[in-house]
Nanobody
């Protein structure tokens, strides 16, 4: 069973940057989509970024386009989320996810069955 472990969260001021990391056990390089979800306080989880492990094609929510970048290092079995120009509304838990096949509904948390424990990001104004 795939296991995910996130790290890299923390507290920053608005405009700052953080890089989240997610180590994926039993990594399947060419057949896995990896992504990040954000759950703001008292809100539902929603996908913010997705990467195709085979082609490096990336997908982003409109709210983070131009500010966040998802990438992977297959040698380290790790996927990253570089978050720049952070805003207070980016505050919340960030979760790493994986799935075998692409779905156009990748922002819907019900499309993913494997989740990490999450890492907290707090952005102060």
């Amino acid at each position: 069973q795939v296991q995910l472990e996130e790290s890299g969260g923390g507290s920053v001021q608005a405009g700052g940057s953080l890089r989240l990391s997610c180590t994926v056990s039993k990594y399947t390089y060419t057949a896995t989509y990896m992504g990040w979800f954000h759950q703001a306080p008292e809100k539902e989880r929603e996908g913010v970024a997705l990467i195709d492990g085979g082609t490096d094609t990336t997908y982003y929510a409109d709210s983070v386009k131009g500010r966040f970048a998802i990438s992977q290092d297959s040698a380290k079995n790790t996927v990253y989320l570089q978050m720049n120009r952070l805003k207070p509304e980016d505050t919340g838990m960030y979760y790493c996810v994986v799935r075998q096949w692409f779905t156009s509904n990748w922002r819907d948390p019900s499309e993913f069955g494997t989740w990490g424990q999450g890492t907290q990001v707090t952005v102060s104004s």
